[in-house]
């Protein structure tokens, strides 16, 4: 295959990539305002809650769902700054109770800039990766530990949740951990030109402290008949009202850095180089009909000494059928859970 051939098959991929991307959203949003759009779905009750403090005197409130038969390995779910962790108690939450009834101590992941927190008088709300990852998630993590009064702690990230993980352990987290688990959290990127129109938009909201997109979310889609493949209308619709989060124009700028370089990295530091020889134990799950995040992207050395498997989920609708992933996770933390109470 020539050169000419190659560049021209990576252009035709990354066209039809940001065409189903585009695809995606427009029929989120479709499903979230056509007048035929069934009610919200509820939100799974919380039961007890944790609240830990920042060294910046940031609130935030982390949501818990204890193992109902005594003490319960704890997991602190992570599912990235746009997208609330509140998601999986939508509907009857099967992936919470199902962990829940198998033994795990679960903790919904919230930070500074989302509605669990409570951030301090003349607090400016542009803020960074980098502020999650060396602010909130060690801070999270501390306060499930001295609460629980666990060794160590299991991690779980979805999506850009995933990456939250992977930067922890490039940041030497592992010692926290009994171990790493993630969900169609892409490991690697191909670099993408970002348009000019969106660089554009970037540069006119560059002056507001947040992207409004929960109010975005509100707005009269375009109507014409387009229906989301993987979800309800109603699911669609629950999305946005309960777990839409607004993001920083700095969380943006580094999110088109890592689309446009193909780089995932914080500063100058790349985190996948640094957690080559994390020694970890580490599940990789990703869905064979994964249009986001392709499972090909999990399987570079980078991620050594972890196990990866491909199951028959897309990227948003994993936690409706909570059996493949679930199953996934016990037979894989079974020989690392008692890693929690030791010293």
Not at 5 to 12: E, G, M, P, V, Y
Not at 279 to 296: F, M, N, Q, R, W
């Amino acid at each position: 295959m020539t050169a000419v051939t190659q560049k021209t098959n990576t252009s035709l991929t990354s066209r039809a990539t940001k065409e189903t991307l585009l695809e995606r959203a427009l029929s989120i949003v479709w499903n979230v305002r056509h007048p035929l759009s069934p009610l919200c779905e509820s939100l799974l009750p919380v039961p007890d809650c944790l609240i830990y403090q920042t060294k910046d005197n940031h609130r935030v409130t982390l949501e818990r769902f204890p193992h109902s038969q005594g003490r319960g390995e704890p997991i602190l779910i992570c599912t990235g700054p746009l997208i609330h962790s509140r998601i999986l108690r939508l509907g009857e939450g099967n992936f919470l109770r199902a962990l829940q009834k198998n033994g795990f101590d679960v903790y919904l992941f919230a930070h500074r800039g989302q509605r669990n927190a409570q951030a301090p008088r003349n607090y400016t709300s542009n803020h960074s990766w980098n502020d999650i990852l060396n602010h909130d998630l060690p801070c999270a993590i501390d306060a499930i530990k001295r609460y629980t009064k666990a060794s160590r702690i299991f991690l779980l990230g979805h999506g850009l949740g995933g990456l939250l993980t992977y930067s922890w352990l490039s940041m030497g987290g592992s010692r926290d951990l009994a171990g790493n688990i993630t969900i169609d959290a892409p490991a690697l990127y191909t670099p993408h030109t970002i348009p000019l129109r969106y660089t554009l938009l970037h540069k006119i909201l560059s002056q507001i402290d947040q992207y409004p997109t929960k109010t975005i979310a509100q707005l009269q889609a375009q109507r014409s008949p387009i229906f989301h493949p993987d979800m309800s209308p109603e699911k669609s619709r629950s999305i946005f009202h309960h777990c839409l989060e607004n993001i920083s124009p700095c969380m943006v700028n580094q999110l088109l850095s890592w689309l446009k370089t193909g780089r995932f990295c914080s500063n100058t530091q790349y985190h996948l180089s640094t957690i080559r020889n994390c020694t970890l134990p580490k599940l990789l799950l990703a869905g064979a009909h994964e249009d986001i995040a392709s499972y090909v992207s999990f399987t570079n050395d980078s991620l050594s000494h972890g196990t990866f498997q491909k199951k028959l989920w897309k990227h948003l609708p994993f936690w409706e059928d909570a059996k493949q992933p679930i199953e996934s996770i016990l037979a894989w933390s079974e020989t690392f859970r008692n890693h929690c109470w030791e010293d």
